[in-house]
């Protein structure tokens, strides 16, 4: 019985827990990725809106640290991405690679959540600093001559 115990420990330290003989094992809460971010990666834009208006923690990270907003950026839902940047979502939270959700946006070529991203002063408050954000934002703003001369 000292082995189911010790390997039940390890996955209340983020590990898996296997018990011998079992036809199943537990996942480690660590990997199983907040509501909100589920519903996000579902693109259930219903379930996203109930979630928020109960409270939700918009900015909630799953195991790769990676919130909801990164998720629809990624993914290219922009209804999601304009529902959690209303309800305060942060656009510069990085993930654990460092990305924001404008840099998926961007890299995916998901064009309509790059322009409601760019669209929060927030979000791109650092353009100056991101060449290619700034050449995506004079883009959604119809600079081609801009975008062009780059």
Do not use: N
Request: proline letters at 4%; charged letters at 20%.
């Amino acid at each position: 019985m000292a082995s189911v115990s010790v390997r039940c420990l390890a996955f209340l330290l983020g590990a898996a827990c296997v018990i011998p003989g079992a036809a199943w094992a537990i996942t480690p809460l660590s990997v199983v990725p907040p509501p909100l971010v589920a519903a996000t990666i579902d693109a259930d834009a219903a379930a996203v809106k109930r979630l928020l208006e109960s409270g939700s923690a918009v900015d909630a990270r799953d195991g790769r640290e990676a919130t909801a907003l990164t998720y629809a950026a990624a993914r290219g839902h922009a209804d999601i991405a304009r529902l959690l940047l209303a309800h305060g979502a942060d656009a510069k939270l990085q993930d654990g690679q460092g990305y924001a959700a404008l840099d998926y946006a961007m890299e995916r070529g998901h064009a309509a959540v790059a322009q409601v991203l760019l669209e929060d002063r927030v979000a791109h408050a650092d353009v100056a600093q991101r060449p290619a954000a700034a050449m995506l934002l004079a883009a959604a703003r119809g600079e081609l001559d801009a975008v062009m001369a780059a």
